[in-house]
């Protein structure tokens, strides 16, 4: 039997899938924790790491991994391959401030022309901007930018600090695949290759594409100065990063929602809702998407389309938050919300609890609407937040139907989506047919399919389970009362 294994290092934890590279059968799995917060020391990551490959069995019998990792995150580091400061994470909007200014610089038009999305918090070049402005010394002593993904990569190859690597600091061999580079907001997934002049707006410092092993210096974004701060070398989908120090052959990688739609198969009439630490709307398309508006990100996918992407700061942690002030876990969280009328007696929550992305809103606080005496019963409270979270990502829908996506069905997934409530709940406030996939990492399965894909040469067609399927039952009530209490709020 021919194992690969699929890692999704995601904002909470890290995943291990290993499976069989002819049926996709997952044969073992492994998982561990990562630290909370906005900003994390990577090694934290690199320790998880090691821990669910080790609680998924070790990689001695392993033919090839590739590892897809939550995106926009700012790995900065120095000449000595050593990480300079914590990574902001996508979810970390200390950078609202600085989006606004190179929107205004260079403005939102030219922005989604040029590389397909237009800057919020999230992306990794308002990370790099606030860098230049509020730890100015700190960025002199960038020589690469890395995401998440790609700082893992690097060191499972062997790379990293003296001392705590095999093959030491070698920059030139950090890697990236065109999903995850396309979330920067400094490379176009149209021409293949970094806007360097974008990246030298953001940071300050001008920068080149690494070289690599026998990359020749005139390459796409290779120029710069000798000095230029390294960004990773984009691999296409199916090539190699290269092997572990002990032969394991290591794909691209990729940014999570990529995964995701890798590893569900995702194809033309597929809409996928994920619903996990963020909330995100995707589809598979076979052109870029580019919207001035900056609600719809025009991401590149990971097998060489397009992934037109909306996505929210709140997700799952609303129904956990709301489980939390009732004193309820999970599935009596869905008891109580599946008790109480469709429209939850008037009652709204308005879920920007840690503010939110789409629409842009950083400093945005949650808000309850419409609490009248006979309404305040947990029943309602409950199901307000399930409603309220499928309404922000019901209006992310409507986003991507307007750069020109069409739908057949909606993909619910993340672990959210095995919530009874949320799947009944979407029935009512999305008017297409919801299938949701029967429980699994479908990031790391995304990631296993890359891993088979670089061994192979072909990408393979697994089998996608299902645990469910639903017709549209449309409350329209519920979102005309949701769009009443967001346009007060």
């Not at 998924?56 to 700012?74: E, F, K, N, P, Y």
């Not at 065109?178 to 940071?203: C, I, N, P, Q």
């Not at 307000?384 to 990502?393: D, H, I, K, R, T």
Request: hydrophobic content about 45%; some cysteine; glycine content about 12%.
């Amino acid at each position: 039997m021919t194992l690969v294994v699929g890692v999704d290092s995601s904002t909470q934890s890290c995943k291990v899938v290993v499976r069989d590279l002819t049926t996709g059968e997952v044969v073992r799995t492994g998982r561990a924790v990562h630290p909370e917060g906005t900003e994390v020391d990577p090694a934290a990551w690199w320790t998880a790491l090691g821990a669910a490959l080790a609680d998924a069995g070790g990689l001695d019998d392993v033919d090839a991994i590739s590892i897809a990792g939550q995106q926009h995150g700012m790995v900065v580091l120095d000449a000595a391959g050593r990480v300079i400061r914590d990574a902001l994470l996508w979810n970390d909007t200390r950078s609202a401030q600085a989006a606004t200014d190179l929107i205004d610089v260079v403005g939102a038009e030219a922005y989604a022309t040029r590389v397909g999305v237009v800057p919020v918090a999230s992306f990794t070049a308002t990370k790099l901007r606030w860098l230049r402005d509020a730890e100015p010394a700190n960025a002199a002593r960038v020589a690469a930018v890395a995401l998440p993904h790609d700082w893992l990569t690097w060191r499972l190859r062997g790379y990293g600090p003296a001392g705590e690597s095999e093959l030491g600091p070698v920059l030139e061999e950090l890697t990236t695949d065109r999903s995850d580079a396309s979330g920067t907001a400094y490379w176009s997934a149209v021409s293949g290759m970094y806007d360097l002049e974008l990246f030298e707006l953001a940071l300050g410092r001008a920068g080149r594409e690494a070289l690599g092993s026998g990359a020749a210096a005139s390459g796409p974004g290779a120029a710069g100065p000798a000095d230029a701060v390294i960004l990773p070398r984009v691999l296409g989908p199916g090539d190699a990063a290269g092997r572990t120090p002990t032969g394991v052959l290591v794909g691209p990688g990729a940014g999570d929602n990529a995964g995701a739609a890798l590893g569900l198969g995702a194809a033309d009439g597929d809409v996928v809702v994920s619903i996990g630490t963020s909330g995100t709307v995707f589809a598979v398309t076979d052109h870029p998407i580019a919207d001035a508006s900056g609600a719809v990100a025009g991401f590149a996918d990971a097998s060489g389309l397009s992934l037109p992407l909306v996505a929210t700061l709140n997700a799952a942690r609303v129904l956990s938050s709301i489980a939390s002030l009732l004193s309820a876990d999970n599935d009596s969280l869905a008891a109580l919300a599946l008790e109480a009328q469709p429209g939850s007696g008037g009652v709204v929550l308005v879920p920007y609890f840690e503010g939110e992305r789409t629409p842009n809103l950083p400093d945005a606080t949650a808000s309850v609407h419409g609490l009248t005496i006979a309404s305040t019963l947990r029943e309602n409270l409950a199901r307000a937040a399930v409603e309220g979270m499928l309404c922000g990502l019901a209006d992310g829908l409507d986003a991507v139907r307007a750069v020109g996506v069409r739908e057949q069905r909606i993909l619910l997934i993340g672990g959210a989506a095995q919530n009874p409530a949320v799947a009944t709940v979407a029935s009512q406030v999305f008017d297409v047919p919801i299938v949701v996939p029967s429980p699994g990492e479908y990031v790391a399965g995304g990631a296993a399919v890359q891993a088979a894909w670089a061994l192979t040469g072909t990408r393979p067609a697994w089998p996608l389970p299902l645990a469910a399927e639903l017709a549209p039952d449309v409350q329209p009530h519920i979102r005309a009362q949701y769009a009443a209490a967001t346009s007060s709020s």
